[in-house]
Protein backbone atom coordinates (compact mmCIF):
# COMPACT_ATOMS: atom_id res chain seq x y z
CA UNK A 1 0.00 0.00 0.00
CA UNK A 2 1.40 3.76 -0.61
CA UNK A 3 0.03 6.79 -1.33
CA UNK A 4 -0.55 9.14 -4.72
CA UNK A 5 0.31 12.40 -5.18
CA UNK A 6 -2.66 13.38 -3.58
CA UNK A 7 -2.93 11.56 -0.64
CA UNK A 8 -5.41 8.64 -2.40
CA UNK A 9 -4.96 5.17 -0.68
CA UNK A 10 -3.82 3.45 -4.12
CA UNK A 11 -6.21 -0.09 -3.85
CA UNK A 12 -4.48 -3.77 -4.25
CA UNK A 13 -6.05 -4.13 -7.92
CA UNK A 14 -3.55 -1.58 -9.26
CA UNK A 15 -1.05 -3.54 -8.53
CA UNK A 16 -2.58 -7.34 -9.18
CA UNK A 17 -4.58 -8.86 -11.75
CA UNK A 18 -5.62 -11.77 -9.81
CA UNK A 19 -6.99 -11.72 -6.27
CA UNK A 20 -5.23 -13.32 -3.70
CA UNK A 21 -7.79 -14.49 -0.95
CA UNK A 22 -6.14 -13.12 2.60
CA UNK A 23 -7.45 -14.48 6.13
CA UNK A 24 -9.19 -12.79 8.46
CA UNK A 25 -6.15 -11.52 10.65
CA UNK A 26 -4.31 -11.12 7.72
CA UNK A 27 -6.63 -8.27 6.80
CA UNK A 28 -6.84 -6.49 10.08
CA UNK A 29 -3.12 -6.77 10.32
CA UNK A 30 -2.68 -4.84 7.17
CA UNK A 31 -5.34 -2.18 8.32
CA UNK A 32 -3.87 -1.75 11.46
CA UNK A 33 -0.11 -1.16 10.29
CA UNK A 34 -1.61 1.49 7.61
CA UNK A 35 -1.27 4.63 9.69
CA UNK A 36 -3.45 6.64 7.35
CA UNK A 37 -6.51 4.02 8.16
CA UNK A 38 -8.05 5.41 11.24
CA UNK A 39 -12.21 5.37 12.84
CA UNK A 40 -14.44 4.30 14.92
CA UNK A 41 -16.76 0.98 15.32
CA UNK A 42 -19.92 1.05 16.88
CA UNK A 43 -21.75 -2.16 17.27
CA UNK A 44 -24.90 -2.86 18.74
CA UNK A 45 -27.38 -6.26 19.20
CA UNK A 46 -25.29 -9.05 18.72
CA UNK A 47 -22.63 -7.31 16.47
CA UNK A 48 -20.03 -7.16 18.93
CA UNK A 49 -17.02 -9.11 17.15
CA UNK A 50 -15.49 -6.76 14.76
CA UNK A 51 -13.64 -4.71 16.41
CA UNK A 52 -12.21 -7.43 18.66
CA UNK A 53 -10.11 -8.97 15.48
CA UNK A 54 -8.30 -5.60 14.93
CA UNK A 55 -7.65 -5.48 18.70
CA UNK A 56 -6.33 -9.34 18.67
CA UNK A 57 -3.85 -9.22 15.86
CA UNK A 58 -1.79 -5.98 17.68
CA UNK A 59 -1.08 -2.66 16.19
CA UNK A 60 -4.54 -1.78 16.83
CA UNK A 61 -3.78 1.42 18.09
CA UNK A 62 -2.90 2.60 14.88
CA UNK A 63 -6.77 1.96 13.28
CA UNK A 64 -9.11 2.29 16.63
CA UNK A 65 -9.89 5.53 17.46
CA UNK A 66 -12.82 4.48 19.80
CA UNK A 67 -15.35 1.34 20.30
CA UNK A 68 -18.99 1.43 20.65
CA UNK A 69 -21.21 -0.96 22.25
CA UNK A 70 -25.01 0.67 22.97
CA UNK A 71 -26.36 -3.18 23.13
CA UNK A 72 -28.79 -1.58 25.75
CA UNK A 73 -32.04 -0.31 23.03
CA UNK A 74 -32.74 2.89 25.50
CA UNK A 75 -29.51 3.54 25.81
CA UNK A 76 -28.79 3.15 22.05
CA UNK A 77 -31.98 5.46 21.31
CA UNK A 78 -30.55 8.03 23.28
CA UNK A 79 -27.14 8.22 21.31
CA UNK A 80 -28.59 7.42 17.92
CA UNK A 81 -32.47 7.89 18.65
CA UNK A 82 -35.43 6.11 17.83
CA UNK A 83 -36.46 3.64 15.02
CA UNK A 84 -39.36 1.81 14.67
CA UNK A 85 -37.23 -0.86 14.58
CA UNK A 86 -33.97 -1.78 16.31
CA UNK A 87 -31.99 -3.80 13.44
CA UNK A 88 -33.07 -1.85 10.48
CA UNK A 89 -31.14 0.33 7.56
CA UNK A 90 -32.02 3.43 9.07
CA UNK A 91 -30.37 2.51 12.24
CA UNK A 92 -27.41 2.17 10.69
CA UNK A 93 -27.44 5.41 8.67
CA UNK A 94 -27.77 7.16 11.93
CA UNK A 95 -25.26 5.58 13.39
CA UNK A 96 -22.65 6.24 10.53
CA UNK A 97 -23.97 9.89 10.86
CA UNK A 98 -23.14 10.39 14.34
CA UNK A 99 -19.94 9.06 14.72
CA UNK A 100 -18.61 10.50 11.99
CA UNK A 101 -19.52 13.75 13.02
CA UNK A 102 -17.90 12.96 16.28
CA UNK A 103 -14.24 11.66 14.49
CA UNK A 104 -14.21 14.82 12.59
CA UNK A 105 -15.05 17.35 15.59
CA UNK A 106 -12.41 15.94 17.77
CA UNK A 107 -9.66 14.32 15.50
CA UNK A 108 -9.55 16.78 11.53
CA UNK A 109 -7.71 19.13 13.04
CA UNK A 110 -5.11 16.94 14.60
CA UNK A 111 -4.74 14.39 12.19
CA UNK A 112 -4.91 16.11 8.46
CA UNK A 113 -3.51 13.56 6.70
CA UNK A 114 -5.27 10.36 7.96
CA UNK A 115 -8.02 8.61 5.88
CA UNK A 116 -10.66 8.19 8.51
CA UNK A 117 -13.64 5.63 8.51
CA UNK A 118 -16.33 4.49 10.78
CA UNK A 119 -17.68 0.59 10.75
CA UNK A 120 -21.57 0.91 12.10
CA UNK A 121 -23.21 -2.85 12.41
CA UNK A 122 -26.73 -2.99 13.93
CA UNK A 123 -27.53 -6.91 13.94
CA UNK A 124 -29.66 -9.91 15.95
CA UNK A 125 -28.68 -12.92 16.31
CA UNK A 126 -30.39 -16.19 16.02
CA UNK A 127 -31.95 -16.74 19.87
CA UNK A 128 -32.42 -19.64 22.19
CA UNK A 129 -36.05 -19.97 20.63
CA UNK A 130 -35.01 -19.92 17.08
CA UNK A 131 -38.13 -17.51 16.33
CA UNK A 132 -34.95 -14.91 15.27
CA UNK A 133 -33.00 -16.33 12.28
CA UNK A 134 -30.24 -14.04 12.25
CA UNK A 135 -30.02 -10.88 10.15
CA UNK A 136 -28.54 -7.34 10.67
CA UNK A 137 -26.99 -4.38 8.84
CA UNK A 138 -23.94 -2.85 8.65
CA UNK A 139 -22.14 -0.39 7.00
CA UNK A 140 -18.49 1.63 6.78
CA UNK A 141 -18.13 5.84 6.17
CA UNK A 142 -14.64 6.42 5.09
CA UNK A 143 -12.64 8.52 3.05
CA UNK A 144 -10.07 7.48 0.29
CA UNK A 145 -8.92 10.99 0.00
CA UNK A 146 -7.49 13.16 2.49
CA UNK A 147 -9.23 16.16 0.94
CA UNK A 148 -12.12 13.88 -0.96
CA UNK A 149 -15.95 14.14 0.19
CA UNK A 150 -16.92 10.66 2.57
CA UNK A 151 -18.40 7.55 0.84
CA UNK A 152 -20.99 5.54 2.11
CA UNK A 153 -21.25 0.93 2.02
CA UNK A 154 -24.60 0.11 3.64
CA UNK A 155 -25.27 -4.01 3.20
CA UNK A 156 -28.11 -6.64 4.58
CA UNK A 157 -26.90 -9.71 6.06
CA UNK A 158 -28.48 -13.36 6.74
CA UNK A 159 -26.73 -15.02 9.20
CA UNK A 160 -26.97 -18.99 8.37
CA UNK A 161 -25.02 -20.52 11.43
CA UNK A 162 -27.29 -22.55 13.59
CA UNK A 163 -26.04 -21.36 17.07
CA UNK A 164 -25.53 -17.59 18.41
CA UNK A 165 -21.67 -17.87 19.08
CA UNK A 166 -21.08 -18.62 15.37
CA UNK A 167 -23.09 -16.00 13.96
CA UNK A 168 -21.49 -13.45 15.73
CA UNK A 169 -18.52 -14.86 15.06
CA UNK A 170 -19.72 -14.46 11.47
CA UNK A 171 -20.42 -11.41 11.74
CA UNK A 172 -16.87 -10.17 13.18
CA UNK A 173 -15.20 -11.94 9.73
CA UNK A 174 -17.82 -10.03 7.51
CA UNK A 175 -16.92 -6.47 8.94
CA UNK A 176 -13.16 -7.20 8.85
CA UNK A 177 -14.11 -8.14 4.93
CA UNK A 178 -16.13 -5.09 4.58
CA UNK A 179 -13.91 -2.53 5.99
CA UNK A 180 -11.06 -4.05 3.92
CA UNK A 181 -12.56 -4.23 0.79
CA UNK A 182 -13.39 -0.81 1.15
CA UNK A 183 -9.92 0.26 1.11
CA UNK A 184 -8.38 -2.45 -0.88
CA UNK A 185 -10.79 -3.39 -3.61
CA UNK A 186 -12.62 -0.39 -4.51
CA UNK A 187 -11.24 -0.66 -7.96
CA UNK A 188 -13.18 -3.70 -9.07
CA UNK A 189 -16.56 -3.77 -8.19
CA UNK A 190 -16.23 -7.89 -8.62
CA UNK A 191 -13.64 -8.72 -6.62
CA UNK A 192 -15.12 -6.06 -4.18
CA UNK A 193 -18.42 -8.23 -3.63
CA UNK A 194 -16.58 -11.61 -3.90
CA UNK A 195 -14.29 -10.59 -1.38
CA UNK A 196 -16.93 -10.05 1.72
CA UNK A 197 -16.94 -13.57 1.72
CA UNK A 198 -13.40 -14.88 2.20
CA UNK A 199 -13.76 -17.11 4.92
CA UNK A 200 -17.17 -17.69 5.37
CA UNK A 201 -18.21 -19.75 2.73
CA UNK A 202 -21.67 -21.51 3.04
CA UNK A 203 -22.06 -19.09 6.45
CA UNK A 204 -23.43 -15.78 5.21
CA UNK A 205 -26.29 -14.24 2.59
CA UNK A 206 -25.84 -10.58 1.71
CA UNK A 207 -28.50 -9.66 -0.26
CA UNK A 208 -28.32 -6.40 -0.65
CA UNK A 209 -25.36 -3.85 -0.80
CA UNK A 210 -25.52 -0.27 -1.67
CA UNK A 211 -22.39 2.40 -2.38
CA UNK A 212 -22.18 6.13 -2.41
CA UNK A 213 -19.44 8.39 -3.03
CA UNK A 214 -16.82 9.19 -5.22
CA UNK A 215 -14.98 6.53 -3.98
CA UNK A 216 -17.25 4.12 -6.07
CA UNK A 217 -18.20 6.40 -9.54
CA UNK A 218 -17.10 3.74 -11.57
CA UNK A 219 -19.13 1.16 -9.37
CA UNK A 220 -22.36 0.68 -11.09
CA UNK A 221 -25.01 -0.65 -8.51
CA UNK A 222 -26.76 -2.81 -10.70
CA UNK A 223 -23.49 -4.64 -11.07
CA UNK A 224 -23.14 -4.86 -7.35
CA UNK A 225 -26.34 -6.78 -7.55
CA UNK A 226 -25.93 -9.26 -10.32
CA UNK A 227 -22.63 -10.34 -8.87
CA UNK A 228 -23.90 -10.94 -5.15
CA UNK A 229 -26.13 -13.56 -7.43
CA UNK A 230 -23.47 -14.64 -9.93
CA UNK A 231 -20.59 -15.22 -6.70
CA UNK A 232 -23.19 -17.11 -5.01
CA UNK A 233 -23.81 -14.38 -1.72
CA UNK A 234 -27.48 -14.48 -2.64
CA UNK A 235 -29.97 -16.15 -4.26
CA UNK A 236 -32.03 -13.19 -4.87
CA UNK A 237 -31.11 -9.47 -4.91
CA UNK A 238 -33.19 -6.35 -6.42
CA UNK A 239 -32.86 -2.85 -7.80
CA UNK A 240 -35.33 -0.48 -8.49
CA UNK A 241 -36.16 1.70 -11.65
CA UNK A 242 -33.14 4.57 -10.83
CA UNK A 243 -30.41 1.56 -10.37
CA UNK A 244 -30.70 1.96 -6.34
CA UNK A 245 -30.21 -1.39 -5.06
CA UNK A 246 -33.11 -2.06 -2.50
CA UNK A 247 -34.29 -5.00 -0.25
CA UNK A 248 -37.12 -6.73 0.36
CA UNK A 249 -37.86 -5.39 3.53
CA UNK A 250 -38.37 -1.76 1.95
CA UNK A 251 -41.10 -2.06 -0.36
CA UNK A 252 -42.42 -5.81 0.11
CA UNK A 253 -43.47 -6.37 4.11
CA UNK A 254 -46.94 -7.68 4.11
CA UNK A 255 -47.65 -6.26 0.18
CA UNK A 256 -49.18 -7.93 -2.55
CA UNK A 257 -46.55 -8.92 -4.99
CA UNK A 258 -46.51 -9.97 -8.88
CA UNK A 259 -43.26 -11.36 -10.21
CA UNK A 260 -42.63 -11.75 -13.91
CA UNK A 261 -40.07 -13.81 -14.92
CA UNK A 262 -38.44 -13.85 -18.52
CA UNK A 263 -35.12 -13.37 -20.56
CA UNK A 264 -36.65 -9.94 -21.74
CA UNK A 265 -33.90 -9.92 -24.11
CA UNK A 266 -35.58 -7.32 -25.50
CA UNK A 267 -38.59 -6.67 -23.82
CA UNK A 268 -41.53 -6.34 -26.59
CA UNK A 269 -44.78 -4.77 -27.01
CA UNK A 270 -46.30 -8.49 -25.99
CA UNK A 271 -43.75 -8.22 -22.94
CA UNK A 272 -45.44 -4.59 -22.07
CA UNK A 273 -48.78 -6.21 -23.09
CA UNK A 274 -48.37 -8.75 -20.60
CA UNK A 275 -47.03 -6.77 -17.21
CA UNK A 276 -50.30 -4.50 -17.70
CA UNK A 277 -52.40 -6.53 -18.26
CA UNK A 278 -51.59 -9.40 -15.86
CA UNK A 279 -51.17 -6.39 -13.25
CA UNK A 280 -54.53 -4.75 -13.95
CA UNK A 281 -55.95 -8.52 -13.14
CA UNK A 282 -53.77 -8.78 -10.32
CA UNK A 283 -55.00 -5.26 -8.43
CA UNK A 284 -58.67 -6.29 -9.23
CA UNK A 285 -58.21 -9.38 -7.33
CA UNK A 286 -57.01 -7.76 -4.60
CA UNK A 287 -58.69 -6.20 -1.82
CA UNK A 288 -56.26 -3.14 -1.64
CA UNK A 289 -54.71 -1.93 -5.08
CA UNK A 290 -52.23 0.16 -3.68
CA UNK A 291 -50.70 -2.71 -1.34
CA UNK A 292 -49.96 -4.55 -5.16
CA UNK A 293 -45.94 -4.56 -6.13
CA UNK A 294 -44.92 -5.29 -9.75
CA UNK A 295 -41.58 -7.08 -10.29
CA UNK A 296 -39.46 -8.17 -13.78
CA UNK A 297 -37.03 -11.05 -12.37
CA UNK A 298 -34.53 -12.25 -14.58
CA UNK A 299 -32.72 -15.45 -13.41
CA UNK A 300 -29.23 -16.71 -13.75
CA UNK A 301 -30.40 -19.25 -16.20
CA UNK A 302 -31.85 -16.80 -18.13
CA UNK A 303 -29.12 -14.45 -18.28
CA UNK A 304 -26.56 -17.09 -19.19
CA UNK A 305 -29.46 -18.48 -21.74
CA UNK A 306 -27.47 -17.34 -25.22
CA UNK A 307 -24.21 -18.05 -24.00
CA UNK A 308 -21.78 -16.85 -21.36
CA UNK A 309 -23.05 -14.19 -18.96
CA UNK A 310 -22.14 -10.98 -20.79
CA UNK A 311 -22.38 -7.96 -18.36
CA UNK A 312 -22.97 -5.58 -21.15
CA UNK A 313 -26.52 -7.53 -22.03
CA UNK A 314 -27.36 -7.76 -19.01
CA UNK A 315 -27.43 -4.19 -18.48
CA UNK A 316 -29.33 -3.99 -21.80
CA UNK A 317 -31.59 -5.60 -20.08
CA UNK A 318 -31.72 -4.09 -17.08
CA UNK A 319 -31.57 -0.61 -18.76
CA UNK A 320 -35.34 -1.60 -20.54
CA UNK A 321 -36.93 -2.60 -17.68
CA UNK A 322 -36.07 0.51 -15.67
CA UNK A 323 -37.33 2.41 -18.60
CA UNK A 324 -40.67 0.40 -18.26
CA UNK A 325 -40.75 1.49 -14.62
CA UNK A 326 -39.71 -1.86 -13.01
CA UNK A 327 -38.10 -2.86 -9.83
CA UNK A 328 -35.86 -5.63 -11.17
CA UNK A 329 -34.95 -8.82 -9.41
CA UNK A 330 -32.12 -10.89 -9.82
CA UNK A 331 -32.03 -14.72 -8.72
CA UNK A 332 -30.59 -17.76 -8.88
CA UNK A 333 -33.81 -19.41 -8.63
CA UNK A 334 -33.99 -22.07 -11.50
CA UNK A 335 -37.45 -22.65 -10.19
CA UNK A 336 -40.13 -20.57 -8.98
CA UNK A 337 -40.34 -22.74 -5.23
CA UNK A 338 -36.95 -20.88 -4.48
CA UNK A 339 -37.81 -17.66 -5.27
CA UNK A 340 -41.08 -18.02 -3.20
CA UNK A 341 -39.27 -19.28 -0.29
CA UNK A 342 -37.21 -16.16 -0.20
CA UNK A 343 -39.96 -14.30 -0.15
CA UNK A 344 -41.82 -15.84 2.55
CA UNK A 345 -39.60 -13.88 5.45
CA UNK A 346 -41.71 -11.22 4.50
CA UNK A 347 -44.84 -12.05 4.71
CA UNK A 348 -46.00 -11.64 1.37
CA UNK A 349 -50.21 -11.51 1.63
CA UNK A 350 -50.73 -12.54 -1.47
CA UNK A 351 -48.19 -13.67 -4.68
CA UNK A 352 -49.13 -13.34 -8.40
CA UNK A 353 -46.32 -14.99 -10.88
CA UNK A 354 -47.37 -14.60 -14.32
CA UNK A 355 -45.90 -16.92 -16.95
CA UNK A 356 -46.84 -17.85 -20.61
CA UNK A 357 -48.84 -20.88 -21.25
CA UNK A 358 -45.79 -22.98 -22.76
CA UNK A 359 -44.17 -22.06 -19.18
CA UNK A 360 -46.71 -23.34 -17.77
CA UNK A 361 -47.29 -26.47 -19.54
CA UNK A 362 -43.41 -27.35 -18.89
CA UNK A 363 -43.73 -26.75 -15.13
CA UNK A 364 -46.78 -28.75 -14.62
CA UNK A 365 -44.65 -31.79 -17.13
CA UNK A 366 -41.55 -31.52 -14.70
CA UNK A 367 -43.50 -31.77 -11.50
CA UNK A 368 -45.63 -34.88 -12.99
CA UNK A 369 -42.65 -36.65 -14.39
CA UNK A 370 -40.51 -35.97 -11.05
CA UNK A 371 -43.05 -37.00 -8.66
CA UNK A 372 -44.19 -40.55 -9.43
CA UNK A 373 -43.39 -41.86 -5.80
CA UNK A 374 -46.84 -40.88 -4.62
CA UNK A 375 -45.32 -37.15 -3.81
CA UNK A 376 -47.60 -35.41 -6.36
CA UNK A 377 -50.05 -33.40 -4.26
CA UNK A 378 -47.24 -32.50 -2.15
CA UNK A 379 -45.27 -31.02 -5.04
CA UNK A 380 -47.84 -29.19 -6.30
CA UNK A 381 -49.07 -28.23 -2.74
CA UNK A 382 -46.12 -26.62 -2.44
CA UNK A 383 -46.30 -24.05 -5.26
CA UNK A 384 -49.88 -23.65 -5.77
CA UNK A 385 -50.04 -22.76 -2.06
CA UNK A 386 -53.45 -20.88 -0.76
CA UNK A 387 -51.55 -17.29 -1.09
CA UNK A 388 -50.56 -17.56 -4.69
CA UNK A 389 -52.04 -17.13 -7.95
CA UNK A 390 -50.94 -17.83 -11.51
CA UNK A 391 -51.76 -15.80 -14.00
CA UNK A 392 -51.10 -17.61 -17.66
CA UNK A 393 -50.16 -15.16 -20.69
CA UNK A 394 -51.63 -17.05 -23.98
CA UNK A 395 -49.21 -17.50 -26.96
CA UNK A 396 -49.61 -19.48 -30.13
CA UNK A 397 -48.40 -22.95 -31.16
CA UNK A 398 -44.41 -23.06 -31.58
CA UNK A 399 -45.53 -24.51 -34.80
CA UNK A 400 -48.83 -23.34 -35.82
CA UNK A 401 -51.29 -20.32 -35.40
CA UNK A 402 -53.40 -22.54 -32.70
CA UNK A 403 -53.85 -19.83 -29.49
CA UNK A 404 -53.52 -21.89 -26.72
CA UNK A 405 -54.32 -20.79 -23.33
CA UNK A 406 -55.08 -21.82 -20.17
CA UNK A 407 -58.32 -24.47 -20.81
CA UNK A 408 -57.10 -25.91 -23.86
CA UNK A 409 -53.09 -26.25 -22.99
CA UNK A 410 -52.45 -29.79 -23.32
CA UNK A 411 -50.77 -32.00 -20.36
CA UNK A 412 -50.58 -35.27 -19.46
CA UNK A 413 -53.61 -37.69 -18.67
CA UNK A 414 -52.01 -38.33 -15.30
CA UNK A 415 -52.71 -34.91 -14.16
CA UNK A 416 -55.63 -33.47 -15.69
CA UNK A 417 -58.14 -34.01 -13.35
CA UNK A 418 -55.38 -31.91 -10.57
CA UNK A 419 -54.74 -29.30 -13.32
CA UNK A 420 -58.76 -28.86 -13.50
CA UNK A 421 -58.62 -28.64 -10.02
CA UNK A 422 -56.47 -25.89 -10.19
CA UNK A 423 -58.17 -23.85 -12.44
CA UNK A 424 -61.62 -24.39 -10.98
CA UNK A 425 -60.44 -22.67 -7.42
CA UNK A 426 -59.11 -20.12 -9.45
CA UNK A 427 -55.13 -21.10 -8.48
CA UNK A 428 -54.09 -20.79 -12.48
CA UNK A 429 -56.25 -18.36 -14.05
CA UNK A 430 -56.11 -16.65 -18.03
CA UNK A 431 -54.75 -13.59 -18.28
CA UNK A 432 -57.73 -11.66 -19.37
CA UNK A 433 -58.02 -8.71 -22.02
CA UNK A 434 -54.68 -9.95 -24.20
CA UNK A 435 -54.11 -8.44 -27.22
CA UNK A 436 -53.83 -11.11 -29.84
CA UNK A 437 -52.73 -8.85 -32.30
CA UNK A 438 -49.06 -8.82 -30.99
CA UNK A 439 -48.87 -12.57 -30.39
CA UNK A 440 -46.82 -13.08 -33.60
CA UNK A 441 -44.11 -11.34 -32.28
CA UNK A 442 -40.93 -13.74 -31.93
CA UNK A 443 -38.20 -12.71 -29.74
CA UNK A 444 -35.53 -14.28 -31.74
CA UNK A 445 -36.97 -12.27 -35.31
CA UNK A 446 -36.30 -9.28 -32.98
CA UNK A 447 -32.81 -10.05 -31.78
CA UNK A 448 -32.03 -10.74 -35.92
CA UNK A 449 -33.50 -7.37 -36.80
CA UNK A 450 -31.89 -5.19 -34.53
CA UNK A 451 -28.17 -7.18 -35.54
CA UNK A 452 -29.41 -6.83 -39.52
CA UNK A 453 -31.10 -3.21 -38.71
CA UNK A 454 -34.29 -3.91 -40.65
CA UNK A 455 -37.17 -2.36 -40.00
CA UNK A 456 -38.97 -5.27 -38.02
CA UNK A 457 -37.74 -5.08 -34.60
CA UNK A 458 -38.64 -1.07 -34.32
CA UNK A 459 -42.51 -2.35 -35.12
CA UNK A 460 -41.88 -4.65 -31.73
CA UNK A 461 -40.64 -2.83 -29.40
CA UNK A 462 -42.32 -0.30 -27.39
CA UNK A 463 -41.97 3.67 -28.48
CA UNK A 464 -39.94 4.12 -25.42
CA UNK A 465 -37.86 1.80 -25.82
CA UNK A 466 -36.82 2.15 -29.78
CA UNK A 467 -34.80 5.62 -28.55
CA UNK A 468 -33.04 3.84 -26.30
CA UNK A 469 -31.82 1.37 -28.03
CA UNK A 470 -30.55 3.13 -31.11
CA UNK A 471 -28.62 5.27 -28.59
CA UNK A 472 -26.55 2.56 -26.78
CA UNK A 473 -26.65 -0.12 -29.40
CA UNK A 474 -28.56 -2.32 -27.38
CA UNK A 475 -28.72 -6.07 -28.06
CA UNK A 476 -26.45 -5.87 -30.53
CA UNK A 477 -28.06 -3.69 -33.00
CA UNK A 478 -25.78 -2.37 -35.48
CA UNK A 479 -23.31 -4.51 -34.36
CA UNK A 480 -21.47 -6.62 -36.68
CA UNK A 481 -20.94 -10.16 -35.33
CA UNK A 482 -18.97 -13.12 -36.85
CA UNK A 483 -20.91 -15.50 -34.42
CA UNK A 484 -24.35 -14.35 -34.89
CA UNK A 485 -26.24 -15.06 -31.36
CA UNK A 486 -28.96 -12.63 -31.73
CA UNK A 487 -31.17 -14.62 -34.32
CA UNK A 488 -30.70 -17.91 -32.58
CA UNK A 489 -33.85 -19.76 -31.54
CA UNK A 490 -34.02 -20.72 -27.93
CA UNK A 491 -35.93 -23.41 -26.38
CA UNK A 492 -39.30 -21.66 -25.75
CA UNK A 493 -38.59 -18.46 -27.38
CA UNK A 494 -42.63 -18.71 -27.83
CA UNK A 495 -42.64 -17.39 -24.34
CA UNK A 496 -42.92 -14.47 -25.64
CA UNK A 497 -40.77 -12.36 -23.01
Known sequence: MRLDSGGDLITRETHMTQRHILKTEQKALEINLNDRIYGTFAEIGAGQEVARHFFQVGA?????????????KQYSDAIYGTDQRYVCEGRVYKMLDHEYRLIEERLQDSRPDTNFFV??????AINYQRTIKGNGWMGVRFLHHTTGSINDVVMHVKMLDKNNRQQQEAIGILGVNLIYACFYYRDNPEYFVESLLDGLKSRIKIDMIRTKGEAFSHFDNRLLTLYLVKSGISEVAMFDSQHNPIHASEFLYRKELMVVRGHFKPPTKVTKDALVKSFEQFKDDSEDGDKCRLVAEMTMDNLTRFGPLDIQDF???????????????????????KLINYLDDYKIARLGILIGVHELKDIIIEKYESNQDGRLLSAFGELFSKNIRVYA??????????????????????????????????????????DKDLLNIIPSRVRKSLAEQTDYWEECLPP????????????????????????KNAENDAQYY
Open 60 to 72: AAGTIAKTMSAYD
Open 119 to 124: FADSVS
Open 315 to 337: LDRAEMLSALGLTVVISDCSNHQ
Open 393 to 434: YPALEKEGDKLIFVENLPVPDGIKFLYQHLINNDQIVQVENY
Open 464 to 487: ELVAIVKEKGAFGYGQEEENFVYG
